[in-house]
């Protein structure tokens, strides 16, 4: 549904004299450990949405949509 599960760590070349290495480094492993947190919950209220789409006329798919969007 449109989210990555994980970034690059590789440092680009467009960034050199922009951003220390290090820095960005520590950065992008601070979002992989935000997104490998809170992707499962994600994937539980998709799952969930899909599963009660039928039942609720796609009612249940506004969890899923609201969650997207943050």
Do not use: D, H, Q
Not at 20 to 31: L, T
Not at 41 to 68: A, Q
Request: aromatic share 8%.
């Amino acid at each position: 549904f449109g989210l990555s599960n994980k970034f690059e760590a590789e440092f680009p070349s467009s960034l050199t004299g922009k951003v220390a290495p290090e820095e960005f480094k520590a950065s992008i492993s601070r979002v992989n450990s935000c997104l490998k947190k809170n992707l499962p919950v994600n994937v539980r209220w998709l799952l969930c949405g899909c599963l009660c789409c039928c039942c609720t006329l796609g009612c249940s798919m506004w969890p899923v949509i609201c969650l997207s969007k943050r």
